[in-house]
């Protein structure tokens, strides 16, 4: 059986910093890209970062370009998303998702959460102002 399994989303006042992290089981992502989406409450899930396959190339949603970084080690089957100088509408629940495409973009599509066919059941991340 497949698992994504976030950790570490909490509770940090605003400019400060986060890191979480999505442990995958049940099968190897190592040739697939991997991504990090956001639900805020009332709102839809957003996009927020992707990364591909050996971690060579990344893409990031305008909102957070510049203060987030996703990385990923497949030796761990491990992906990571971290977060800087947080701000209040950070706020959300953070999904991390795997695409089964071999090798995937990570443009056009990679944006969509339509895209991913594996994902996880969040982690909350809330930034106090």
């Known amino acids: 059986q497949v698992q994504l399994v976030e950790s570490g989303g909490g509770l940090v006042q605003a400019g400060g910093s986060l890191r979480v992290s999505c442990a995958a089981s049940?099968?190897?992502?190592?040739?697939?890209?991997m991504g990090w989406f956001r639900q805020a409450p009332g709102k839809g899930r957003e996009f927020v970062a992707v990364?591909?396959?050996?971690?060579?190339?990344?893409n990031y949603a305008d909102s957070v370009k510049g203060r987030f970084t996703i990385s990923r080690d497949n030796g761990k089957n491990t992906v990571y998303l971290q977060m800087a100088s947080l701000k209040p509408e950070d706020t959300a629940i953070y999904y991390c998702?795997?695409?089964?495409?071999?090798?995937?973009?990570?443009?056009?599509?990679?944006?969509?959460?339509?895209?991913?066919?594996?994902w996880g059941q969040g982690t909350q991340v809330t930034v106090s102002s």
């Open positions: 998702a795997a695409d089964s495409s071999f090798r995937g973009s990570i443009y056009s599509t990679a944006t969509s959460p339509t895209r991913y066919n594996y």
């Open positions: 049940g099968r190897s992502f190592s040739n697939n890209a």
């Open positions: 990364i591909n396959w050996n971690g060579g190339n990344t």
